[in-house]
């Protein structure tokens, strides 16, 4: 439980994810490719942050910087409190594109994965994963194997699959893009209804505009490669949020207003 | 169509099949010499089992099969694991076996008989020669075929190289590597007949081959269904297994 201590120096410093002036610069056949430059972000805890920005603009190499997953060449990324090297599931889960769950796995032990890498038995996995199932809406579903379900399901075991070892950050990648219109309205709402009780720090990447004001706390802008921010948005919509905010003129402008600077930057 | 309907119509097709072996010779439509009626084939068949020297020969390919399999797996899969995941190894040697797999083996029969003489060694060789390209080909497409997300997947929860070995690439690998399996048994049983048809002493290939040169009709199909009920016994075995294993879980 090391990140329970470096937790508190974060609340102290005020941020569970603090990025301080990174830049990234990607070695190419012919000489390097800017991929980030002086990338400056604070994430309160518990907060909803959502990144937007056009494709190739990094914010998925950023995400990954904050799991671990990859390293930078400047600057300083701390998650409650302390660098991460390489990928922590105590301190963040991570929740990819598309459903990304193992087919020769079932619900059950595709949720359990995290934990069977640590050796956990078979009895504590399970009485780790029945609640975690049951928090996405997907009792009784636990011994489906992937392809039993549809795009949203695979979602919501994916989700589970990334809360399972309860980790305060929780990072997501595009997790709807390859849904439906309605279904991704459902999970984006179901996000919210599940991020609500859990309490989680969620930093969320998205190509779609009203996807990103309906969920976040904040909106971050990034410019097109190399990814700079260009614009962080407070969204002082009321919560819980509702489908009839979307019709609303505050809605409309923030959300025109993230077009703007997209459009903008171009 | 339900599933008895489907057996029954492939019953009547085979009793068609061996209805006309037996009549199309008796009634003068083919000549008896060429086909000789199923009857008469399957009268001989009881007469060569019976024969020591055929119980032997089928024991005998049988062991070269088993035992070239045996080499040649490993070997193949090894192999092609290592050129799939060291990019070094694949960029060098890749295109070579490559073009050395676009060669049909056969021609090299004469190189392993220099070798190896006529005997079992030689059979065993040259089938595991042949089979170990089919093998290091698919082993390379299976790991080819591992998903790159999976094993980000993997790492984004802590899984050490070890665990994402045994975690992610073998079931993911699995149906591939089974389906391998089955296929290089085809080759690798060819490659053994190959062998004994073009130069031996013993073996059911080098009977039939025998039996054929000395137009001996009704030994040369005893021996063809002899062939095709142990190929098919071997392709059964790996496919029993495949289904066995498919049910396998991490």
Excluded at chain 1, 154 to 161: G, L
Excluded at chain 1, 163 to 186: K, N, W
Excluded at chain 2, 212 to 229: D, K, R, T
Aim: with cysteine; hydrophobic share 50%; charged share 20%.
């Amino acid at each position: 439980m090391q990140y329970v201590a470096d937790m508190k120096g974060a609340q102290t410093a005020g941020a569970a994810i603090d990025i301080d002036r990174v830049s990234h610069v990607y070695a190419g056949p012919e000489g390097g490719v800017q991929a980030l430059s002086d990338v400056s972000m604070k994430v309160g805890a518990g907060r909803f942050i959502v990144i937007v920005g056009p494709s190739g603009c990094g914010k998925t190499s950023l995400l990954m910087m904050m799991a671990g997953l990859r390293d930078h060449t400047e600057g300083r990324i701390h998650v409650h409190g302390a660098p991460i090297p390489k990928p922590d599931p105590e301190r963040v889960g991570v929740i990819f594109q598309e459903a990304s769950l193992f087919p020769w796995l079932t619900t059950f032990d595709n949720i359990e994965f995290p934990l069977s890498l640590r050796g956990m038995s078979r009895e504590e996995r399970r009485r780790r994963s029945e609640p975690m199932l049951s928090l996405v809406g997907l009792s009784g579903f636990g011994e489906r194997y992937p392809h039993e379900l549809s795009g949203g399901m695979k979602q919501r075991v994916s989700i589970a699959r990334g809360l399972v070892q309860d980790p305060p950050v929780l990072l997501m990648d595009e997790p709807f893009a390859a849904l439906d219109e309605q279904t991704r309205m459902t999970m984006g709402h179901e996000l919210l209804r599940i991020w609500s009780t859990t309490n989680k720090t969620v930093v969320f990447i998205t190509h779609s505009l009203t996807e990103a004001v309906y969920l976040a706390d904040e909106v971050y802008v990034m410019s097109p490669r190399p990814g700079r921010m260009i614009d962080h948005i407070m969204v002082d919509l009321p919560r819980p949020r509702t489908y009839e905010m979307m019709a609303t003129d505050t809605f409309g402008r923030l959300r025109d207003r993230i077009w703007q600077q997209i459009r903008k930057s171009h | 169509m339900k599933r008895w309907q489907i057996i029954l119509v492939r019953m009547a097709i085979l009793a068609l099949v061996l209805g006309a072996w037996e009549l199309a010779p008796r009634m003068g439509f083919v000549n008896p010499m060429l086909l000789p009626p199923l009857s008469e084939v399957l009268a001989m068949l009881k007469t060569q089992i019976a024969r020591p020297v055929v119980q032997e020969a089928i024991m005998i390919t049988a062991l070269e099969v088993i035992v070239a399999f045996i080499i040649a797996v490993p070997i193949g899969a090894a192999a092609g694991v290592a050129i799939a995941e060291f990019p070094y190894a694949g960029a060098i040697f890749k295109p070579m076996l490559f073009y050395v797999f676009s060669i049909p083996k056969s021609i090299f029969l004469p190189m392993f008989i220099l070798i190896f003489g006529i005997g079992f060694q030689q059979k065993v060789a040259y089938a595991a020669f042949t089979t170990a390209f089919v093998v290091l080909m698919s082993a390379t497409a299976a790991v080819e075929s591992v998903k790159s997300d999976y094993i980000l997947v993997a790492r984004s929860f802590g899984a050490t190289p070890l665990q994402i070995l045994r975690r992610v690439y073998v079931p993911s690998m699995m149906p591939v590597l089974l389906e391998t399996l089955r296929i290089s048994m085809i080759f690798n049983f060819t490659g053994v007949m190959i062998a004994e048809m073009y130069a031996s002493r013993t073996g059911i290939g080098h009977l039939i081959s025998n039996w054929g040169e000395n137009f001996q009709m009704p030994q040369l199909f005893a021996g063809v269904i002899m062939l095709a009920v142990v190929a098919i016994a071997f392709n059964e075995t790996v496919r029993f297994l495949e289904a066995r294993c498919s049910t396998w879980r991490t």
